[in-house]
């Protein structure tokens, strides 16, 4: 679902809200690759199935991460940064009800 936001609204969620970092979506990425693959035997040595498709297809994996990115709707991205749904949606409608 796409939202369009003031200017105001936009530097409003910049101030009070955490950034939601690439590198903590990176990890959930990681782990969820982990969590549905598990472990790769390859020749008697066990790999994480995240290392193994980041090792072996670096495309893949970001295509991977891309299209997780997608899938999740409690992340959303406002002006280039990501932010908790959720939060995004309180803040909004507490800006609303002040301008009534």
């Avoid at 910049?14 to 690439?22: F, G």
């Avoid at 040595?45 to 409690?74: C, G, K, N, Q, W």
Wanted: glycine content about 4%.
């Amino acid at each position: 679902m796409k939202y369009i936001y003031t200017k105001e609204q936009i530097e409003r969620i910049k101030l009070e809200l955490e950034v939601v970092t690439e590198r903590e979506l990176e990890a959930d990425h990681w782990n969820m690759l982990n969590e549905v693959y598990g472990t790769i035997n390859i020749c008697g040595l066990e790999y994480d199935a995240a290392d193994v498709i980041r090792s072996t297809d670096p495309v893949a994996f970001r295509h991977s991460f891309s299209d997780y990115l997608d899938s999740r709707d409690d992340v959303i991205e406002i002006a280039g940064e990501c932010y908790s749904t959720s939060e995004v949606e309180d803040l909004i409608e507490k800006m609303e009800e002040a301008e009534l």
